[in-house]
Structure formats: C-alpha cells, structure tokens
C-alpha cells in the first residue's frame, strides 16, 4: 500500500520569507502523481501545484515550486516570498496512475505566517 | 461556473440514525469522489463515481455507501451512525479524462458531521 508521510506537523514562516515543507512517500509503482493541497480555514481543499513522476523537471506555479527526488521518494514545497493569505494546512498527496481520483494524503503541515 | 457544493455544511445527529450528504459537481464534471477528515486518521479515501457507477471504494464498513444520479450529482449515506463517525466529509468532482493536468479534482467546503 502506498503512504504518504509528512515530518512536520507545523511550520512557521515570516512574511515575505521563504519556507520549505517536506514531504515522503512509499510506492512500488513507478508512474504516479504527486500533489499539494492547500486547506485554509474555509475547509475546501486547494490544488496548490503537481508532479509527473516521469518528469524530471521540478513542477513550478508562481512562488510554489517542488523538489522531487525520485529515487529518495521525497517530494517537498518551497513557498518563496511568503504571504499572509498562505497560512493554512498543507497536505501532500499521491495518486497512483490507474487509480481514478483516489488520492493518498499525508498528515498535513500546518503552516503560520507572521507578519 | 459554479464550485463543487456539498450540502449542509454542518449536520448534528444521534448513534444509531442515518445520514445523507449531497454533492453537486461542476457543470460537465462526470466523477464525484468522498472523502473523511477526522482529526485522528487524517484523510481518507471513501469511494469514486463515475457515470453512475461506483469505480473504486476505500476501507470503510459497509455502513458507507453512495450513489449518483443521471446528472452526476451524487449523495453518501451513513447508516446506524457511530461516534467515530464524526469527521469533515469532502467532495470533489472531476472531468475524469486524460490525466490530472486535464481533470485536476476540485473540492467543495465540506459537510461536517457531528455524532452525540
């Protein structure tokens, strides 16, 4: 079964600072997907950015970028120039190929942004 | 284009009743999938439609089941409630075609389910 952990259930960060969240998972498969979401007080849950894992290229989306390392199974979140509205619970997840929209998520990381 | 809508948002019932949440998808999304989120076992994969038919379902008793229409709306019911069944039941839908980048899920807010 594939599992998805995340280390630190909470991370701070000042405004405009940059902060790193860290993310593993376990799979025997070899092409998959792997996601953040972001969940703010609002309770919906936002695609904050994704991963082929056939690409080797870093996924990117404005201040959002990932280091994926594959053979480490390791997929972390960098948040560059930290803004308040960022502060929530971030989930990092996984989905297998074949799996339709079934999503394996890890433990969240809530993240605070001080000002 | 209207969001995902789950409805209620918030539900308070007894052990032993039964529930039902709806899910409205975005307008031409075919697959609606569940969620749980407890505090405790985090989030958790309930089941997926698709035109109608259920395609792939989590660890969860039987006592979970769900179903969706002709329109893709779907519905989750949770009969003889127990207190562990208190959680935030998302919904997310999705066109289903192609690969994420084509079908990303969108999540609604959530129905959040209270046991007493």
């Known amino acids: 079964a594939q599992t998805v952990t995340q280390s630190q259930p909470e991370m701070s960060v000042q405004e405009a600072e940059t902060v790193t969240l860290s993310c593993t998972y376990d799979?025997?498969?070899?092409?998959?997907?792997l996601f953040w979401y972001k969940q703010p007080p609002s309770r919906q849950m936002i695609l904050v950015i994704r991963q082929e894992a056939y690409k080797q290229q870093n996924a990117t989306e404005n201040r959002f970028s990932v280091n994926f390392q594959k053979a480490a199974k390791s997929f972390s979140l960098k948040i560059s120039d930290s803004q308040l509205g960022d502060a929530a619970m971030y989930f990092c997840?996984?989905?297998?190929?074949?799996?339709?929209?079934?999503?394996?998520f890890g433990e969240g990381t809530q993240l605070t942004v001080n000002p | 284009k209207a969001g995902v809508t789950q409805t209620p948002r918030y539900l308070i019932k007894t052990r032993g009743q039964q529930v039902t949440l709806s899910c409205s998808p975005i307008?031409?999304?075919?697959?609606v999938s569940w969620y749980q989120q407890t505090p405790g076992q985090g989030l958790q994969f309930l089941f997926e439609y698709f035109s109608e038919t259920q395609r792939n379902k989590g660890n969860f008793p039987g006592r979970f089941s769900g179903r969706q229409f002709s329109n893709s709306r779907s519905e989750m019911n949770v009969s003889t409630l127990e207190l562990g069944d208190s959680a935030l039941y998302l919904c997310?839908?999705?066109?289903?075609?192609?690969?994420?980048?084509?079908?990303?899920?969108?999540f609604g807010n959530g129905t959040r389910l209270t046991v007493t």
């Open positions: 307008s031409g999304h075919r697959s």
């Open positions: 997840a996984y989905r297998r190929k074949t799996s339709g929209s079934r999503l394996t």
């Open positions: 799979t025997s498969e070899s092409d998959y997907y």
């Open positions: 997310a839908s999705s066109l289903a075609t192609g690969t994420p980048e084509d079908s990303p899920l969108h």
